[in-house]
Every structure is written in structure tokens, then in C-alpha cells.
């Protein structure tokens, strides 16, 4: 069975452009989650989508989006760039919601110049 | 408000010898804990979990962690530690009492070396 499949893998963007990172989940994984990581502020969760429907969301401002399609696959989008914004944007994916079992794909990294 | 610290963010072991990271809590339910393992330029991996059954979880890879309520403690050992051990290994606290269990909450890591 294919893991979580993200992409792009590598990306450099400048400053108030904007951007859109896809994940496709691990086949018949409904529940899908994104999640930064940076050096400075680690591992923190953005949002989860499960039946098209944003659950829970983190603390990030609304410049950072995101949707989910029927077939179960995400997008994240972040709109007028920061150099904050650079980052390790990792996806994962879960058969269910609710729970802290999560399938990580490898990530996409941002970089803002 | 649920927490988790690593008390360290940088630990070294010959190849052989016994692995030990530590682990903290903090949380107003009884919490979900895991520990999860992140190689270079690679996603994470679940290692393994503790939801309130056996107090001693078995993971992949041998390794292992005690929960300790009296402590308020989840340390991840492993007898032998294996090059391939190599990786950054994340404590994550969650919550299966609000709904929210997926917005895991993640200790800064502690990177493991291991040397020959």
C-alpha cells in the first residue's frame, strides 16, 4: 500500500506570493492533518479535514488554508508569503478521526526569500 | 492545557549499549502518549502508544516506554542501540477526551546519536 505521497517535495517562493501544497493519504484514510515544523517553533499542528470538513484547527493566522476533496486528498494553501513562513509542511493521514495514530508523508519545504 | 517535555535535546550511545530518552507530561485528562521517530529528511513514524491499557508499551524496533502517572513520566528506552537508531525522536500528548485527539501536541525532540 503507498504511504502519504506529497507534493511538491522542495519549493522557494518569495515574499507575498502564495502557495499551495497537495497530500494524497494513504489509501481508504479518510481523516487528513497538516502539520509545520521549524526550527525555531518545532512541530505544530495547522488543521484536520475528514469527509471534506475542516474539524480542528490550530493557532495560525487565516493566510494558511485548506481544503479536502471527495477522494480524500488535501491541499494547504498559504497566501502572501512570509519569511516565517519557511518551514517543513508535513501532511499525514488516519483511517479515523480522533485518534493520535497518524500516517506522516515526508513533507514539502517551503522556502520563503 | 496539555504539555510534554523532553528533558533532553541531545543524547549519545555507543552502539550496544542501553537507549534512554525522557519524557514529561502534562495533562488535565488521562492522557494519550506516543512517541514518534523522525529520520533525516523524512517524514515521522510512529513508534509506539500508550491509551490507558498496559502501563509497558512495546514498540517497533524494541523499544519500549513505562507510563508513570505517579511521575507523570513516558520514557522511551531500547536495551541496544542500533546505528540505524539514529534519528530524532519526538514525546506526543493527546487528548481522545475533547475530539481532538489528531491535533497532537509535540515535545522539541531529542536527537539521538549513536556511535561505534
Known amino acids: 500500500k503507498a504511504g502519504v505521497t506529497q507534493t511538491p517535495r522542495y519549493l522557494i517562493k518569495t515574499r507575498g506570493q502564495q502557495v499551495t501544497l497537495s497530500c494524497s493519504p494513504i489509501s481508504g484514510h479518510r481523516s487528513v492533518s497538516w502539520y509545520q515544523q521549524t526550527p525555531g517553533q518545532g512541530l505544530q499542528f495547522l488543521f484536520e479535514y475528514f469527509s471534506e470538513t475542516q474539524r480542528n484547527k490550530g493557532n495560525f493566522p487565516g493566510r494558511f488554508s485548506g481544503r479536502q476533496f471527495s477522494n480524500s486528498r488535501s491541499e494547504m494553501n498559504v497566501s502572501t508569503l512570509e519569511l516565517g513562513d519557511s518551514a517543513l509542511y508535513l501532511c499525514?493521514?488516519?483511517?479515523?478521526?480522533?485518534?493520535?495514530?497518524?500516517?506522516f508523508g515526508e513533507g514539502s519545504r517551503l522556502t520563503v526569500l | 492545557a496539555q504539555s510534554v517535555t523532553q528533558l533532553d535535546s541531545h543524547v549519545s550511545v555507543s552502539e550496544g549499549t542501553p537507549v534512554l530518552l525522557r519524557c514529561n507530561y502534562s495533562?488535565?485528562?488521562?492522557?494519550?502518549l506516543f512517541w514518534y521517530v523522525q529520520h533525516p529528511n523524512k517524514g515521522l513514524q510512529l513508534l509506539l502508544k500508550?491509551?490507558?491499557?498496559?502501563?509497558l508499551v512495546k514498540g517497533i524496533n524494541g523499544f519500549e516506554a513505562e507510563f508513570k502517572k505517579s511521575e507523570t513520566s513516558f520514557h522511551l528506552t531500547k536495551p541496544s542501540a542500533h546505528m540505524s537508531d539514529a534519528a530524532e525522536y519526538f514525546c506526543v500528548v493527546s487528548d481522545l477526551n475533547t475530539g481532538t485527539a489528531s491535533k497532537l501536541t509535540f515535545g522539541t525532540g531529542t536527537r539521538l546519536q549513536v556511535t561505534l
Open positions: 495533562s488535565s485528562y488521562s492522557p494519550s
Open positions: 500508550y491509551t490507558s491499557a498496559a502501563t
Open positions: 499525514a493521514s488516519s483511517p479515523y478521526i480522533n485518534t493520535g495514530e497518524l500516517f
